[in-house]
């Protein structure tokens, strides 16, 4: 099978083709990792006061569609 030079080539940008979800908001949380990039794995743990999902802690992946499993922000918690 003879492959064309034109579909050759974009397959190639294909391959090369990385992607990335946006920057965590990491005000009033702690992450243990930077990596954005397709497939990763961050551990969020929000400072006391504040919850990401009702919890404090979470596990976010970068999903192939280039955005966080879950809305990664921590956000403060009011009691009554």
């Not at 030079?5 to 990792?33: G, R």
């Not at 596990?59 to 403060?76: E, P």
Request: aromatic share 6%.
């Amino acid at each position: 099978m003879r492959v064309n030079k034109t579909l050759a080539s974009d397959m190639m940008c294909l391959t090369m083709l990385v992607i990335h979800c946006p920057v965590l908001n990491t005000s009033f949380a702690e992450i243990n990792s930077t990596d954005r990039q397709f497939g990763a794995t961050v551990n969020i743990s929000c400072l006391p006061g504040y919850r990401v999902d009702g919890q404090t802690t979470a596990t976010v992946h970068c999903t192939n569609t280039g955005h966080w499993s879950l809305n990664a922000s921590c956000l403060r918690t009011f009691t009554n």
